[in-house]
């Protein structure tokens, strides 16, 4: 099996005449095999058709036009898409730009403990013994990769992503682990779609489309529909619910059961008539494990509910695989999805074992439920619509530890205003002058005046705070494009 390997590594000429060596198998799925060249800028994907390189001339022409049409697309420069930069000569195929620093979304899905790794693998401090092996090793490397919050974050920037596709009338259509990139440096949260070989208009009359096992919606599953915006976002809810909590959104009670009736003999022989479960999952005859009202199928592992999801982010869930598994049009709308994910990264605090938990403003004291150790202090921002009735109940929360020599930067989206483009844009940076802090508003586009006495605004674009100030708490007043109160407080973690 090797020595086939090894002879399929060759080289191949784009149609500018320029010969690209193949180094190295790095994927391959129904669709098409993917390899990194001699140029470590550059990747090659061809095309395959069960299973094998296509070399019928009227087929490799057919995909050659299929890629042309690609460049007819409404794609513009901000959507993070990688497309053909050049196509190969006489073979189906193409070049694309590699990643930097990125590697595939599905290397924060849960990860299989083989013989080989169990000998190598250290079980956390911060994990009981009573753990199985492999449940502590998928929770050590959920840690590892930056646990909840790291995973809201790119999870937010992936559907932005897709949200950019949607707006112009393009559908991904193959969302897959393999598909989506994402940085692999903490302070970055970027995020690229890799594969365009499928990317198409929204049609209403197609009866097929692509999919990954997994992570296809029913309809298109069962082959009756050819791919939609509502079918997109499905898929894309899918990975998501399987990142944050390990598990899949359907694998529960009854999967359970199903096992242990294996070796009953008395069951009955007509319910072999029926699609396993597997089957019956995808095409969203299943319910939900965090089903809202069925707990036939409740969840049975992975991590709980309120670990991974605040309220509004579960009901998210709660719609799109309640009703809007038999009923596409009941699914939410992707353009929830954003802010959502957005909102409660910033409610997330980091923990030294690697793991995140949601702030709890009624908590006495913020500790991490899986090692149950907490930071001294903790920075707490929060923002209030402000109206002739006063203030409204919080409209965002951003928090994080707050330990010295530590520059912090405030994103616009802490205004309540999530735009897309911008809300990751930094609007108000805290920075140590030794023992005190200077606040300012680095974003020259907004005005934002410090409230004195909660009565009184006067204009500022920087202040010099000492630590106690600081924990007394400030407010500021941002002007646009709303009434904004934005309230910023250190509290120490033991008398919240």
């Not at 197609?206 to 050819?226: F, H, L, M, N, R």
């Not at 596409?328 to 030294?352: E, G, M, V, Y």
């Not at 609007?427 to 200077?438: A, K, P, S, Y």
Request: glycine share 6%; charged share 25%; net charge negative.
């Amino acid at each position: 099996m090797q020595q086939q390997k090894e002879q399929k590594l060759t080289r191949v000429k784009d149609q500018l005449s320029q010969w690209h060596e193949l180094k190295k198998e790095l994927g391959k799925g129904g669709q098409g095999v993917v390899y990194r060249t001699a140029d470590s800028e550059l990747l090659v994907k061809m095309p395959l058709k069960n299973g094998k390189e296509i070399t019928d001339k009227e087929e490799i022409n057919h995909f050659q036009k299929r890629f042309e049409n690609l460049y007819l697309l409404p794609l513009t420069n901000k959507m993070h898409i990688t497309r053909p930069l050049y196509l190969l000569e006489g073979q189906a195929g193409y070049v694309m730009q590699m990643m930097q620093d990125m590697q595939p979304i599905g290397k924060w899905l849960p990860q299989i403990l083989n013989k080989q790794l169990a000998k190598t693998f250290t079980r956390p401090s911060w994990l009981s013994e009573e753990v199985p092996l492999e449940v502590a090793y998928s929770l050590a490397m959920y840690a590892n990769t930056g646990g909840t919050k790291r995973r809201l974050e790119l999870l937010s920037q992936t559907s932005i992503e897709l949200l950019r596709l949607h707006s112009v009338g393009v559908i991904f259509m193959d969302i897959s682990p393999d598909n989506i990139y994402c940085s692999t440096k903490p302070e970055h949260s970027e995020v690229w779609m890799i594969d365009a070989d499928n990317l198409r208009f929204e049609g209403v009359s197609s009866k097929s489309g692509v999919i990954t096992p997994q992570y296809g919606a029913p309809e298109i599953v069962k082959g009756i529909d050819g791919g939609r915006v509502v079918s997109d976002t499905y898929s894309l809810a899918l990975l998501a619910f399987k990142i944050l909590t390990m598990s899949n959104a359907f694998e529960g009670q009854l999967f359970s059961d199903v096992v242990g009736d294996e070796d009953d003999w008395a069951t009955d022989d007509s319910e072999s008539s029926k699609p396993n479960l597997e089957v019956q999952a995808a095409q969203g005859e299943l319910p939900f494990i965090f089903d809202a009202e069925d707990k036939s199928n409740t969840a049975t592992h992975g991590l709980p509910a309120e670990l991974v999801f605040t309220p509004d982010l579960l009901c998210f869930f709660q719609k799109m695989f309640g009703k809007g598994r038999t009923e596409p049009w009941q699914r939410p709308s992707l353009q929830s999805l954003p802010r959502l994910l957005a909102k409660a990264a910033d409610a997330s605090i980091q923990c030294h074992c690697g793991m995140s938990f949601y702030y709890q403003s009624e908590n006495s004291i913020q500790s991490c439920p899986y090692c149950n150790q907490h930071h001294p202090k903790i920075l707490v921002v929060n923002s209030y619509f402000y109206t002739s009735e006063g203030l409204s109940d919080p409209v965002w929360t951003w928090v994080s530890p707050f330990t010295d020599d530590q520059n912090i930067q405030l994103p616009r989206r802490i205004s309540g205003d999530f735009d897309i483009d911008q809300h990751n844009v930094p609007m108000i940076e805290i920075n140590q002058l030794g023992q005190d802090r200077f606040l300012y508003v680095s974003a020259e586009d907004v005005r934002i005046d410090v409230i004195d006495n909660k009565d009184s605004f006067h204009l500022t674009n920087q202040w010099l705070l000492d630590e106690q100030k600081i924990e007394e708490g400030v407010q500021l007043y941002l002007h646009a494009p709303y009434s904004v109160i934005i309230e910023i407080k250190v509290k120490k973690n033991n008398d919240i």
